[in-house]
């Protein structure tokens, strides 16, 4: 989901996204009650830490620094056509009495422009199709995007590990911090759950796992089964989540629920990368988990607008075959996206990770962060 790095990717992310975005669609399908939704977009967010800051670290010890522009331009050829697309799409319906809604001036710039968040906070989704309310999650990984490469470079420029963990945990307990001074001072759910100042952090949480004990990079112990440790730190997170979607104080679920769940997520996360040819995690490598997993995005960006759409139009169908035949939709507008535009973007994408030259042994920075055995990094896919 390149000349540095073949097509692979790093072990179950692929795996770990299709199971995000089951979790999304099935709680946006009227399954809300039983299946945590919020849980996958979190899940979303500490993967988008740990892979874009994976990546910066692996072009920071092949290069000797990160490329920014290179960055934005790959981000770019990533996310807008496919955004574009759904968005046109959804004018279109919505003009034609397919899905409800329709786009004010300001619904559409907030899409395009990534601060759909804070105009779904400030209107509560007026102004944009049904089905296009995800956009605020896109703003908020949007506004990481644009935010965190510089603070990343001068933490890979110093080159210690321990500094950025640092760093990063003292960002993410202020926005801790934050997210509670809001809650008792009368923020509303919306900004507490949507505004990036109150969400950014579980996307650090990710930051702090590809800096400090990084699966794809850093060495990792051999073991022919699970260590009975890494069983033991599997459970108790998975415990963990549930426990955050069982204890229901409204403050509690409104500020250090995320920052818990973020910390939860990390070490399964690792686990997941760490030890994928494991019987506990082996099942995200699987071909169909692999495969929703990188039609991922498309999935989460038109699902919604799919589901008001069948719902509007055939509510005879009831529950279960709603759920299924929009399902069979979503994968079908995927596919498609996926063969005729997120490829052919890929393809570019590639080209802006080709060396202008070969590397002279030595000259990378030697103040680089460990990248892995041997220092030889593993294929990484740039997605």
Do not use: K
């Amino acid at each position: 989901m390149t000349a540095a790095a073949p097509a692979a990717t790093i072990p179950s992310l692929d795996g770990i996204r299709a199971l995000a975005v089951a979790l999304v669609f099935f709680a946006h399908g009227g399954l809300q009650g039983t299946v945590p939704g919020g849980l996958g977009v979190t899940v979303f967010f500490v993967l988008s830490g740990y892979l874009i800051t994976t990546l910066m670290r692996r072009e920071h010890a092949e290069r000797g620094g990160v490329r920014l522009r290179a960055f934005y331009l790959r981000r770019v050829l990533r996310l807008m056509p496919p955004l574009f697309i759904v968005v046109a799409a959804a004018a279109l319906l919505s003009s034609l009495g397919v899905i409800g809604g329709e786009f004010s001036a300001r619904g559409l710039l907030s899409v395009l422009f990534y601060f759909g968040n804070y105009h779904v906070i400030a209107l509560d989704f007026q102004g944009v199709p049904e089905g296009l309310g995800v956009v605020w999650s896109l703003a908020v990984e949007e506004h990481y995007y644009l935010l965190y490469p510089p603070l990343a470079i001068v933490l890979l420029r110093i080159g210690r590990p321990g500094v950025a963990a640092a760093v990063l945990v003292a960002l993410c307990a202020a926005m801790l911090g934050w997210r509670c001074w809001l809650a008792l001072h009368g923020a509303s759910e919306h900004y507490l759950t949507m505004a990036t100042d109150t969400r950014a952090d579980a996307i650090l949480v990710g930051c702090l796992l590809a800096f400090w004990r990084n699966p794809a990079l850093d060495p990792v112990a051999a073991a022919r089964t699970l260590p009975a440790r890494e069983w033991a730190l599997g459970a108790a997170c998975v415990l963990l989540l549930v426990a955050t979607l069982a204890y229901r104080d409204e403050f509690f679920r409104l500020t250090a629920r995320y920052t818990v769940q973020s910390v939860a997520i990390a070490p399964l996360i690792w686990l997941a990368v760490a030890r994928a040819g494991h019987a506990p995690f082996r099942w995200l490598n699987a071909r169909p988990m692999a495969y929703v997993g990188t039609i991922s995005y498309t999935i989460y960006l038109a699902h919604q607008v799919i589901l008001y759409g069948v719902e509007r139009h055939a509510p005879e169908l009831g529950g279960a075959a709603t759920l299924a035949f929009s399902a069979l939709l979503t994968l079908v507008v995927a596919e498609a996206m996926r063969r005729w535009v997120e490829q052919p973007c890929a393809r570019l994408r590639r080209q802006l990770h080709r060396p202008a030259r070969t590397p002279t042994p030595g000259a990378a920075d030697p103040g680089a962060l460990p990248m892995t055995r041997r220092n030889t990094p593993p294929p990484v896919a740039y997605r």
